[in-house]
């Protein structure tokens, strides 16, 4: 039970905000010592894991790639593109993207989506630029609902849909976790039994962002003249 005490120091260092890469490397060094390794057997775990895990990396590269697009107007021209799409509906495209991102994480394509890459260059401003083409500039409650419903559909779609990929970390960790525990079952039958809840997930989310363009007409609706946020060419302007 004292290997145990690395998790408890990941609880506390994180609940007290301390920095998170001195407090993972701390809860190692008191694990592996509680389970009696020897400092260098610590040290070869931390090279091992390191080794095995740095191309998690390459995440960093993401940032100046999405700010320099940024930069040049990727925003604003995924607004304009979809405004001229008179059938697109905030709702509508993001149920058509959880479509897509749920079915490439079913076949492993995880990397196809995220927050950074593709939720808050593309999916989020595009989302408001069919609100917007529809209902004007829109307030800034509502410019927060679109984005936390464009950030949920990513976690959904990714989530739900790589539990049915049966080479995905999670399945196979199931699978060898019930294997220590005398229970022997195939990771494919683990798959199997994750497309019920992904088609749940599916249903339930696929209803919400289909309620979603209701909710906001409701709240611009309720909303007072005079708070919007700048239109989409007010915003141009200035940026020229």
């Not at 260092?13 to 890469?21: D, K, M, T, V």
């Not at 993972?24 to 008191?30: K, N, T």
């Not at 990714?158 to 525990?181: H, K, R, S, T, Y």
Request: with cysteine; charged share 15%.
């Amino acid at each position: 039970m004292l290997t145990l005490l690395g998790v408890l120091i990941v609880i506390v260092g994180f609940a007290l905000r301390f920095n998170p890469l001195l407090v993972v490397c701390a809860a190692g060094i008191v694990t592996g010592i509680a389970g009696h390794l020897s400092f260098g057997e610590i040290l070869t775990t931390f090279g091992n894991a390191f080794v095995s895990n740095r191309y998690l990396s390459l995440f960093i590269l993401t940032l100046p790639v999405v700010g320099l697009l940024e930069r040049y107007g990727l925003k604003e021209q995924s607004q304009q593109l979809i405004g001229k799409i008179k059938a697109a509906t905030t709702g509508r495209l993001l149920l058509v993207y959880l479509v897509i991102r749920q079915a490439t994480a079913a076949i492993g394509l995880t990397s196809l989506g995220g927050h950074a890459q593709m939720v808050r260059p593309l999916v989020s401003p595009m989302a408001e630029g069919a609100a917007a083409h529809r209902h004007g500039p829109l307030p800034k409650n509502v410019s927060d609902r679109i984005k936390a419903y464009s950030a949920s559909t990513d976690n959904v779609g990714l989530f739900f849909g790589e539990d049915v990929f049966i080479a995905f970390g999670a399945v196979l960790l199931i699978q060898g976790f019930l294997a220590q525990n005398g229970v022997q079952v195939e990771p494919l039958h683990i798959s199997v039994w994750g497309i019920p809840t992904a088609i749940a997930a599916f249903l339930i989310h696929g209803t919400r962002l289909y309620l979603l363009d209701r909710k906001i007409k409701q709240m611009i609706d309720s909303e007072p003249s005079g708070s919007s946020e700048e239109t989409l060419e007010e915003v141009q302007s200035h940026a020229r």
